[in-house]
């Protein structure tokens, strides 16, 4: 094979390789410092916007709260029953279990933007009494805002928009930067070999 053909080779197969990125799930059980702890930037590589973690158990028993722990005892719930975002410079967004906390037929707008353009966007409904998995597939996105409204008072105390979030499932994607620099590694590598 000449030179040619092997750097196309290779590129390929960095494109492929690129889109293989394991799936990492954000399961919100390490942030225990208490009932409704802000989530911090940073935690599972992303960035965070009106999320708050909690210990469904303790903070709100019987309601959605506690059944939308899904992993352990701590998931992750949208403050003020407001938007709440999560971001990052560039990821796919697999999916999660989502729950209401106070409402039956409570509506959640799930929009994927690359920059400020929405690219992606789905609409679930989620009660009160069980978590559900959503798979979302939203490819390539550097932000997800989940925006609740609608559903009835489940009658269990509590009133608002808001939801649970657990076992977040993404996969971050390569920054081009990190790409072009394996291809040219791989490159280099060829023409030493060549030699």
């Not at 106070?102 to 353009?117: H, K, N, P, S």
């Not at 789905?122 to 978590?131: A, E, F, G, R």
């Not at 808001?162 to 620099?181: K, R």
């Amino acid at each position: 094979m000449n030179l040619r053909t092997n750097i196309l080779l290779i590129f390929g197969f960095l494109a492929v390789c690129g889109q293989m990125s394991l799936a990492l799930v954000v399961t919100f059980d390490d942030i225990t410092s208490g009932m409704g702890a802000m989530i911090p930037d940073g935690y599972g590589d992303l960035n965070w916007d009106n999320f708050w973690t909690l210990n469904g158990s303790v903070m709100h028993p019987g309601s959605g709260y506690e059944l939308g722990c899904v992993s352990g005892d701590y998931a992750a719930f949208n403050g003020y029953s407001d938007p709440a975002v999560i971001s990052n410079y560039s990821f796919d967004f697999i999916g999660a279990y989502l729950t209401a906390a106070w409402r039956t037929g409570l509506l959640i707008d799930v929009e994927g933007y690359q920059g400020a353009t929405m690219i992606c966007s789905q609409t679930v409904t989620v009660d009160c009494y069980s978590p559900t998995w959503f798979g979302f597939n939203f490819i390539g996105v550097t932000k997800v805002r989940f925006e609740p409204h609608g559903g009835t008072d489940a009658g269990l105390g509590g009133s608002g928009a808001f939801f649970v979030i657990d076992n977040f499932s993404y996969s971050p994607v390569p920054e081009p930067a990190t790409m072009i620099l394996l291809g040219i590694g791989g490159t280099s590598l060829l023409r030493r070999r060549r030699k």
